[in-house]
Every structure is written in C-alpha cells, then in structure tokens.
C-alpha cells in the first residue's frame, strides 16, 4: 500500500532539480503534490491558499530564507507539517528549526529512504 494515499505535500526549494527528485519521490509513494516555490515568499502563499498536508521547506533560498518561512508559518498555523531541508548539516541550525516547530529535518543529497522515514515520522504513519 502506498505511503502517501494522496496526502497533500507542498515542495519549496529554490533548485528546479531538487524539487523535481521530491517530486518523483512522493508521486512514487502515493502523495498528491499541489504546489512547488522557487522561493520563500511564494511559499507562503502557496501554503496558505493549499493548506497542505506536508510540506518540505529548503533553508537557503532567495526572497525569504527557509526559517522566516518556518517561523511565519508555525506562528499562524502551529499544526503544520514542515519537514526542513539543506545542503548545511549545522547542528544549530537544525534544533533552532526544530524548537521553532520543524517536525523532520532531512539533508541534501536526497536519500529517498532517509526522507521516507522522516515522511512517516511527521504524519505518524
């Protein structure tokens, strides 16, 4: 049975490549995409019109960087399934995403089964 069953994942990274290997990943399981952003700003608005059920956010990216999109988006809806993503394994970083509400924090390179797991620990799947 697929993971997913047509949960709704928004996927926000500034690289074309990187949110198509998301993209392949989810679809592969089941998941429903609704939204791809290229940047922070349009990721705030893809949230709010789509309310997804996932989202994976990137941290460095051009208009408004990964956390300010975290923070503004856990500070109005606190509920929300974010799965943080980066290139930069700073362990810094990561607690500051994670105490701000990230509930995943996974890094580049994807490795699918490395996501997958972080998929079912965020849903509770």
Same mark, same amino acid.
Do not use: W
């Given at each position: =049975?697929? &993971?997913?069953?047509?949960q709704r994942v928004l996927i926000v990274?500034?690289?074309?490549? =990187? +949110?198509?290997? &998301?993209? #392949?990943?989810? *679809?592969? %399981?089941?998941? !429903?995409?609704?939204?791809?952003?290229?940047?922070?700003?349009?990721?705030? *608005?893809?949230? %709010?019109?789509?309310?997804?059920? &996932? *989202? *994976? &956010?990137?941290?460095? =990216?051009? #208009? =408004? +960087?990964?956390?300010?999109?975290? %923070? %503004?988006?856990?500070? #109005?809806?606190?509920?929300?399934?974010?799965?943080?993503? /980066? /290139?930069? /394994?700073? !362990?810094? @970083?990561?607690?500051?995403?994670?105490?701000?509400g990230a509930k995943q924090y996974i890094?580049?390179?994807?490795?699918? !089964? #490395?996501?997958?797991?972080?998929?079912?620990? @965020?849903?509770?799947?």
């Open positions: =049975m697929p &993971l997913g069953s047509g990274d500034d690289s074309p490549i =990187m +949110r198509q290997m &998301l993209v #392949k990943i989810f *679809t592969d %399981e089941g998941f !429903a995409i609704v939204g791809e952003a290229a940047d922070g700003q349009e990721a705030v *608005t893809m949230f %709010e019109q789509l309310q997804p059920d &996932l *989202t *994976t &956010l990137d941290i460095v =990216m051009p #208009k =408004m +960087r990964g956390i300010e999109v975290l %923070e %503004e988006l856990m500070g #109005k809806y606190p509920s929300a399934n974010i799965i943080m993503a /980066s /290139s930069v /394994s700073d !362990a810094r @970083t990561v607690m500051h995403c994670l105490k701000m890094t580049k390179p994807y490795d699918e !089964a #490395k996501i997958l797991s972080a998929v079912k620990k @965020t849903l509770g799947l």
